[in-house]
């Protein structure tokens, strides 16, 4: 997978789907850029993972290593443009999370992954010279680079269908990979 920015901005879906994975941190280390995650997605959208940490679940543990590590780091707006294209989306997505992440790349240049269909169209139109990634995308490069076993790429999968209820919609470009390794 080529990538041609100099960073990726994940929304929450992808985040969460990662870490459902149980593979969050070889995943950050297969994405050849600079990984980061929104303010607004950490404060906002991330709770479900914050949650967690009362648990010590081994999502936050990994989430947690993979921030200390620099794996993925966190971005808050640096403008008023930014902040204000920000408003702006959220009047259009619904959503603070994905029209941080939306509002952050457009003004930075950067590679967005999200797995919200909306957010996808609407940064299509928007920005349609920026790289738009998906969580399959980004987990299909990481088997490719790590030479990951089918069956540990069965699980990853598996676990983020059950645990980060995620499907990949029918057109979804990468469908027929996902129905491929699942079986």
């Keep these: 997978m080529e990538i041609k920015h100099s960073h990726v901005i994940l929304d929450a879906c992808?985040?969460?789907?990662?870490c459902a994975s149980g593979h969050l941190i070889e995943i950050m280390q297969s994405i050849p850029a600079q990984v980061v995650v929104t303010e607004v997605v950490r404060e906002r959208e991330l709770l479900t993972l914050q949650r967690l940490a009362d648990e010590h679940n081994e999502d936050v543990n990994q989430f947690e290593v993979a921030i200390e590590k620099g794996f993925l780091s966190f971005v808050d707006f640096n403008s008023e443009?930014?902040?204000?294209?920000?408003v702006?989306?959220?009047?259009?997505?619904?959503?603070d999370g994905e029209s941080a992440t939306c509002?952050?790349?457009v003004h930075r240049e950067w590679a967005i992954a999200t797995d919200d269909k909306k957010a996808i169209s609407f940064c299509q139109r928007e920005a349609p010279h920026l790289q738009i990634l998906s969580t399959l995308a980004i987990v299909k490069n990481w088997s490719e680079i790590g030479n990951i076993s089918a069956p540990t790429l069965r699980s990853a999968l598996t676990a983020i269908r059950t645990r980060g209820r995620y499907m990949p919609h029918?057109?979804?470009p990468l469908l027929c990979w996902w129905e491929a390794v699942m079986q």
């Excluded at 992808?14 to 990662?18: G, S, T």
């Excluded at 443009?81 to 920000?86: A, K, L, N, Q």
């Design 14 to 18: 992808c985040v969460l789907n990662f």
């Design 81 to 86: 443009h930014e902040e204000e294209t920000f």
């Design 88 to 95: 702006n989306y959220v009047f259009e997505l619904g959503d």
């Design 103 to 105: 509002a952050i790349a």
């Design 170 to 172: 029918r057109q979804h």
